[in-house]
């Protein structure tokens, strides 16, 4: 599957934005989506997962902020981001993969394919 990242841009503090997702192929609905994001000179963290029935996951720093979504006839996952902080500032990436199981989709290293990603910028 092949991953196309979209919506970012720059927004103030206390801004929104919503990152979308859209894959390639007709079997999206049957993936574990993530969003992961990297800030300069920080490794990559994750952000949020939907399994394929629709469960949720989320970091920490992020619960009650993002919340991620997923439009199966579209072949599109979202990330709305609310509540938006300075320190969310980086490159927020997709990923998908098949077969990850509950205990680690908050591993990068369980996701196959990756979209491109597409950055973040909140102003103080």
């Known amino acids: 599957v092949q991953l196309q990242a979209s919506g970012g841009g720059l927004v103030q503090a206390g801004g929104s934005l919503r990152l979308s997702c859209t894959a390639s192929?007709?079997?999206?609905?049957?993936?574990?989506v993530g969003w992961f994001c990297q800030a300069p000179g920080k490794e990559r963290e994750f952000v949020a997962a939907?399994?394929?029935?629709?469960?949720?996951y989320y970091a920490d720093s992020k619960k009650g902020r993002f919340t991620i979504s997923r439009d199966n006839a579209k072949n599109t996952v979202y990330l709305q981001m609310d509540m938006l902080k300075p320190e969310d500032t980086a490159v927020y990436y997709c990923?998908?993969?098949?077969?990850?199981?509950?205990?680690?989709?908050?591993?990068?290293?369980?996701?196959?394919?990756w979209g491109q990603g597409t950055l973040v910028t909140v102003s103080s």
């Open positions: 939907i399994r394929q029935s629709g469960a949720t």
């Open positions: 192929g007709r079997t999206f609905r049957s993936y574990v």
């Open positions: 990923a998908a993969d098949q077969s990850v199981i509950v205990t680690t989709v908050t591993s990068s290293q369980a996701y196959d394919n």
